[in-house]
């Protein structure tokens, strides 16, 4: 009954499980043989058996993985926070730091843990919920159900959510979502109140806690560039449009990133190496992209709804206003019916190796992401990114060279979301169909060349291509200048700079420094909150730099994997969640710089029901300023029929 | 960057090792030194080779090293942080600008110039052998500490508590980030290979205190200030630092037992010959095991062995049993 040992600890739990195998054993046969001698009749024999063949009830003892401080500060403080939460109600904890990818690899691939926290990529519309929690996923690999969540009430919200009719149209705002004023309501309703419904029965199940949402907050040079903040950092735009002040700035944009990642892979669909998808926005492009309202100050594609007149906040880009699907790649899309989505490309791209982008590449993409053993084996391999936005994709044709139609079997605003993914050039990627090898190794099935290389150089045809890389010291990507942005004509932000630098550097106050002494334009990772007071107050003596501050999309979170009891049990994960004040780890963990949440989705998206009212309202701390309430959290415990021993330990079968 | 803070480092340690030469070596060691250099060159080059190549090794090691421990996965830090529990806090909490900026120039500054100092004043001796025990404990300490770092994974206080252990080396003086992340990598902190380093040389220096009495306590006070820094900058955790003290334990003394017990020199004499007696005989067969990386010692060793054959016997003659304090007189 005992869990394998997750690897954090595994001569606690090992030990555990030995004593009570080695009590259990020698207590039975101790039993046993005196049963023997002194008991002669049968119904008393049958009592003993009874008595002794009933399994011990061991004390809850768990793992929560997560990663270093290192890149990522906030995590290990959630983890320790979580944690003495949980040894306060009498579990027995273990905290497993991994590094960025060892994590992903145990959470993403190999679902080996028992809680884990850290960050989640989130998106900018809820339709990432489908794959996320639908238990269809839940087998796969990357941000697909790593939960294990197999719920089929759930299933069905979210079914009803991905097909709801929303609002139609080509580009335009069709999300304007909750806002009152808003012509579109009426048609949004449906799919409104399907992705409310979804939300709500998420909050209530808690497959993951959400926590908090930080603010990003970035540094940049404003004497070398202008344009900052035109774009969201967080995306492609950010970096793509800036206009250079100087020669040097229009030689090279030299970005600092604390996470060594981008210089060690470059593969989009790697499960452990990608996460916010900014390198593979510069070296891929897709059929179209999402754009924040904020960046249309520089942007004039598309038909555009008014921007929102109530936007309160200081900054440019306000979580309230909506983000919508500009033409990218593709020159222009058509909904012919209901479930047929004509594509046009645009004349004469190209990838970095000169091969020309068809439709053919479109195509091989879709099909590619879905199984990247293309069929060959039986047991399908797809890739651990990009899985909701395929899945919506029933079927892509080839028109002809430059035009296609995609078959699709959701609402339309969920297809649109379908062509936001890289586009893969057909003869790179069809070689990585095999099965990876290694000489005396037994290799995952599942495991294609495809999701395992490392990708160096990328081809993609993006406007940046790859220029060369120094392991956890730099990439660096040159301007492609074939790129259509660069055509006459057309009127999308285009790379500016030759040469576009990602440098690494691990901690931000380093990464700060080389920004303030003139040796980086702007930090690409957002800054630990913990520096963020001290940027602001040198803000005024550093006249050069200036403060970017965005919305982020993305959120903290501790996920449950509910393959395992007790973690599948949803009362369980209620209660747990309700030992944590997320107002309260806010203020200590974040300084301020994140928001509190009940759900995850961006604030527009966000039903009054589950709208954060100073305390969680589906799961409110058993509490006050973030001291935990432990007689009202045991009991919150025993109410959820778990049952605690003479000694407080919190006892469950597992 | 990078070469700022090197440039600034050379600088400093540079001018702290010529002011100690005044105040450890003297005129007359200096003068003999003049005459003798040769010779006790030639006597520290196997060693020193060998030296090179485990750095050199070291550098490639590091590299891959992780790739390896990850794949072992034998993770230490939560049973580390179990047991020695807030120790960690309790140091830092008599936190001072002074006693930060105190720590963090020994972490750097005062470290580097405790490993490069006693080569200097042990090259400055007629008798050698201090100087080869210090290189052969200086590569033992790398070779151990770097087998230990492929099998064992632990992340250092910093990354387990960054809110209450600052990490405030890297915080107060960021550059030095730069630096350091070039030798280190985040998983490797059991043992502490600066603790180890430099309770090595405050061991060798206590077996030369007869020499350098005034060395030996600088070097203490050093080592302990070093294994402080560690902990207190929110690097290791105190069983790193005992970790690293043991290690350092165990190379002295192993540098102590292998030091004179082949002679390189000899060897290549008796090839020579080609009439080895039985006493080199041994030393020919045990050699290609204590030296992973034979062919750049010998390599090295001939050249300097045809300028002047003849002192080559006398040369690794005393070595043997000799004691560092009869030298001096």
């Known amino acids: 009954m005992s869990d394998p040992a997750p690897s954090a600890s595994p001569e606690h739990h090992a030990h555990a499980s030995d004593d009570a195998a080695r009590s259990g054993l020698s207590r039975r046969s101790m039993l046993a043989a005196t049963a023997g001698l002194t008991v002669s009749m049968s119904g008393c024999i049958r009592e003993v058996r009874s008595i002794v063949n009933r399994d011990e009830v061991e004390q809850l003892s768990l793992t929560i993985s997560t990663v270093p401080a290192d890149g990522d500060r906030e995590s290990i403080q959630l983890a320790r926070a979580v944690g003495s939460a949980l040894e306060s109600v009498g579990v027995d904890i273990a905290i497993d730091m991994l590094s960025h990818e060892e994590f992903r690899r145990a959470i993403l691939v190999n679902h080996d843990f028992d809680l884990y926290v850290g960050p989640h990529p989130g998106d900018t519309t809820p339709d990432f919920l489908y794959e996320l929690l639908h238990s269809r996923f839940a087998e796969e690999a990357g941000w697909q159900n790593p939960f294990g969540l197999t719920n089929l009430a759930i299933d069905d919200r979210l079914d009803a959510q991905r097909v709801a009719a ?25 799919r409104e109140d399907a992705i409310t419904a979804t939300l709500e029965s998420v909050a209530r199940e808690q497959p993951f806690i959400p926590i908090c949402r930080p603010t990003e907050i970035r540094l940049a040079r404003s004497d070398r560039y202008e344009g900052w903040g035109d774009g969201h950092p967080a995306t492609r735009f950010g970096y793509l449009g800036l206009e250079p002040q100087s020669e040097s700035a229009a030689a090279e944009l030299r970005t600092v990133n604390t996470d060594a990642r981008p210089s060690q892979n470059l593969n989009p669909l790697s499960a452990e190496y990608r996460e916010r998808n900014i390198v593979v926005g510069l070296l891929y492009d897709s059929l179209a992209v999402v754009r924040w309202r904020g960046d249309e100050s520089t942007v004039a594609g598309g038909e555009q709804a008014d921007a929102d007149t109530d936007t309160d906040t200081d900054s440019d880009l306000d979580p309230d206003s909506a983000t919508d699907i500009t033409p990218w790649l593709a020159a222009d899309w058509e909904w012919t019916d209901e479930e047929t989505l004509h594509v046009t490309l645009r004349e004469d791209c190209e990838f970095h190796d000169g091969t020309s982008l068809t439709a053919e590449d479109v195509a091989f993409t879709y099909e590619f992401l879905a199984d990247t053993t293309r069929g060959s084996r039986r047991f399908s391999a797809p890739t651990p990114h990009y899985r909701g936005q395929v899945a919506a994709i029933d079927d892509v044709t080839e028109v002809s060279e430059t035009e296609l139609e995609f078959t699709v079997a959701t609402s339309q605003p969920v297809a649109e979301r379908a062509l936001a993914v890289p586009i893969l050039p057909k003869h790179i990627w069809d070689e990585r169909t095999d099965q990876a090898s290694l000489r005396g190794v037994t290799v995952a099935e599942g495991t294609t060349e495809a999701l395992v290389t490392d990708n160096v150089p990328a081809i993609g045809s993006g406007p940046y291509q790859f220029g060369n890389r120094t392991d956890r010291e730099h990439l660096t990507l040159a301007r492609f200048d074939e790129h259509f942005t660069r055509r006459s004509g057309v009127d999308l932000p285009k790379p500016t700079s030759e040469r576009l630098r990602i440098q690494i550097d ?43 501050e965005s919305p982020s999309w993305s ?43 009940a759900t995850p989705v961006v604030e527009q998206w966000v039903p009054d029901s589950l709208a954060w009212n100073g305390n969680d309202p589906e799961t409110p701390f058993l509490g006050t300023d973030g001291d935990l309430d432990v007689a009202a959290a045991r009991e919150a415990f025993e109410e959820a029929g778990l049952r605690y021993d003479d000694d407080g330990n919190l006892r469950v079968r597992h | 960057m990078l070469t700022q803070v090197l440039l600034q480092l050379t600088v400093v340690v540079t001018l702290m090792v010529l002011v100690s030469i005044a105040v450890f070596v003297g005129r007359y060691r200096l003068r003999d030194t003049r005459l003798e250099w040769r010779a006790r060159v030639r006597a520290a080059a196997p060693v020193t080779a060998l030296l090179a190549a485990v750095l050199l090794f070291n550098s490639v090691a590091r590299q891959y090293g992780p790739d390896v421990s990850w794949m072992i996965h034998w993770n230490l830090t939560w049973p580390i942080y179990d047991v020695e529990g807030e120790f960690i806090l309790w140091l830092q909490s008599f936190e001072a600008p002074a006693i930060t900026a105190y720590f963090s120039f020994i972490y750097i500054y005062g470290y580097v110039f405790l490993l490069v100092f006693p080569v200097i004043a042990y090259f400055a001796l007629s008798n050698t052998r201090p100087l080869r025990e210090l290189l052969t404990a200086y590569t033992l300490n790398y070779v151990l500490g770097l087998g230990i770092y492929v099998f064992i994974v632990a992340y250092g206080p910093r990354n387990m508590m960054p809110e209450l252990v600052d990490a405030l080396l890297y915080d107060t003086y960021p550059q030095y980030q730069h630096l350091t992340r070039q030798v280190n990598r985040n998983t490797n902190v059991f043992p502490s290979l600066h603790t180890s380093l430099a309770a090595t040389v405050t061991f060798l220096a206590f077996r030369t205190r007869a020499i350098y009495p005034k060395w030996f306590l600088l070097a203490t006070g050093l080592g302990v200030s070093v294994a402080i820094s560690t902990m207190y900058l929110g690097i290791h955790w105190a069983i790193d630092v005992a970790a690293g003290i043991v290690l350092a334990y165990i190379c002295v003394a192993l540098a102590g037992f292998l030091v004179g017990r082949w002679s390189v020199t000899a060897w290549v004499a008796s090839l020579r010959d080609s009439n080895p007696s039985p006493s080199t005989s041994t030393g020919t067969d045990t050699n290609p095991d204590t030296d992973p990386n034979p062919g750049s010692s010998s390599g090295s060793e001939p050249k300097a062995d045809a300028g002047t054959p003849d002192t080559t016997p006398s040369e690794s003659e005393p070595e043997t049993g000799s004691d560092p304090e009869p030298e001096r007189a």
């Open chain 1, 555 to 597: 959120f903290y979170h501790v996920g449950f994997n509910a393959r395992k009891a007790p973690f599948s049990n949803p009362r369980f994960r209620r209660v747990v969640a309700q030992l944590l004040d997320k107002e309260h780890l806010v203020e200590e963990v974040f300084h301020g710089y994140a928001e509190p949440i």
């Open chain 1, 166 to 190: 929303g609002g139609t149209g080509n580009g335009g705002g069709e999300e304007d979502g909750t806002d009152t004023t808003n012509e579109n309501e009426n048609e949004n309703n449906d």
């Open chain 1, 506 to 548: 691990p901690r931000s106050t380093s990464a700060i420094e080389l920004v303030e002494s003139d040796s980086a334009d702007v930090t690409l990772s957002t800054l630990e909150s913990y520096v963020v007071d001290d940027v602001f107050e040198d803000d005024g003596e550093v006249p050069e730099t200036t403060i970017l």
